[in-house]
């Protein structure tokens, strides 16, 4: 009995077709460049907005997935239009915009996964860096991007300076900007990295989640996207429910002493005046580090010699330059 039965199992072994013992890689089963993932629910209003400016950027090396959590408006007659642009539609009660998010990247068959919001601009050249670099750097798991920010009229840049290590530390999360409008997830890395967490600091907690499990993340100068910000956006509308989230990723992940001296940061980045004391107090300092010689006393400078006095001139001048003007902020290197 046992030769017949291990001779059945060595005959079904043999039946195997070779090309499915070839060994291959998780990459290797991508059948889309970009997998852009729309999540949405009950903003119809928004969505024709949506679809017009996807003709910008998606080819027909991409797709599109839609994630709707159970609209009850015309959400689904406003999609229909747009039919041939759409390849995966869901509609079914979800928990939160993550977790939306989650169910488009199970569905995705792109190399990369790319989150789409209904109410932010994507510049299509700074896309095409992005995945540029990811392909240029296959060691980076998840990307995040440059690009602006605009509230009540207001508009600033989302950027980190040349020589900034963003990545090497969980603290680099909580001491620059960032937001999960600039993502560029690798799916392969999934099995890594895992899906985001279901919070209201969903995109901040993905990134520190990324790094604690061993993941490369890694903030790149490359203007992608433009976040118009409103009543109706989380860290608006649930600021304080937001903020909690915040302090509760940052007690977790980092040490002691850093989780007091951001909830100290945070106390005064909520109000205006003691925010733009403090800028103003850091770049002076800066300065000041770069140039100490600006610490001289005028009364003591009219006693230095004609040769060094010019040396301090300069260096004067230098350090007004390189704190007020940049070159070239969306050069597109690694920060």
Same mark, same amino acid.
């Given at each position: 009995m046992c030769r017949v039965d291990t001779q059945i199992v060595i005959d079904r072994r043999?039946?195997?077709? =070779?090309?499915?013992?070839?060994?291959? $890689?998780?990459?290797?089963?991508?059948?889309? $460049?970009v997998s852009f993932v729309l999540t949405t629910m009950n903003r119809a209003s928004r969505l024709d907005e949506v679809f017009e400016a996807a003709g910008t950027y998606l080819t027909p090396d991409d797709e599109f997935i839609v994630i709707d959590g159970n609209s009850t408006d015309h959400t689904g007659e406003v999609l229909s239009k747009y039919s041939d642009r759409i390849s995966v539609f869901v509609s079914e009660p979800d928990v939160s915009a993550a977790h939306a998010l989650n169910k488009g990247m199970l569905l995705a068959t792109g190399k990369y996964i790319r989150p789409v919001c209904d109410?932010?601009?994507?510049?299509?050249?700074g896309l095409e860096q992005a995945i540029q670099v990811m392909e240029d750097n296959p060691e980076v798991d998840l990307l995040l991007c440059g690009g602006t920010k605009e509230r009540e009229g207001v508009i600033w840049d989302v950027w980190l300076p040349p020589g900034t290590r963003y990545g090497e530390s969980l603290e680099d999360v909580f001491r620059y900007t960032g937001t999960g409008v600039g993502f560029?997830? +690798? $799916?392969?890395?999934l099995p890594l990295i895992g899906l985001v967490a279901t919070g209201l600091a969903s995109d901040k907690d993905y990134v520190l989640q990324a790094q604690s499990r061993g993941g490369t993340v890694r903030f790149c100068r490359i203007? *992608?996207?433009?976040? +118009?910000?409103?009543?109706?956006?989380?860290?608006v509308s649930q600021s304080s429910g937001w903020e909690a989230d915040n302090f509760r990723l940052a007690k977790l992940y980092t040490s002691r002493s850093f989780y007091y001296r951001y909830r100290v940061m945070r106390f005064i980045q909520v109000r205006p005046k003691l925010w733009m004391a403090y800028k103003h107090f850091k770049r002076n300092l800066e300065v000041v580090r770069k140039n100490p010689f600006l610490l001289i006393p005028r009364?003591?400078?009219? *006693?230095i010699p004609g040769r060094a006095k010019s040396v301090l001139r300069r260096? =004067?001048?230098?350090a007004q330059v390189t704190n007020n003007e940049i070159s070239d902020r969306w050069d597109g290197g690694f920060s």
């Open positions: 043999a039946q195997v077709p =070779e090309e499915l013992i070839k060994p291959t $890689r998780l990459s290797d089963h991508s059948t889309k $460049r109410d932010d601009i994507l510049h299509p050249k560029v997830i +690798r $799916r392969c890395s203007n *992608l996207f433009h976040h +118009r910000m409103h009543a109706g956006s989380v860290s009364s003591v400078k009219t *006693l260096n =004067e001048n230098n």
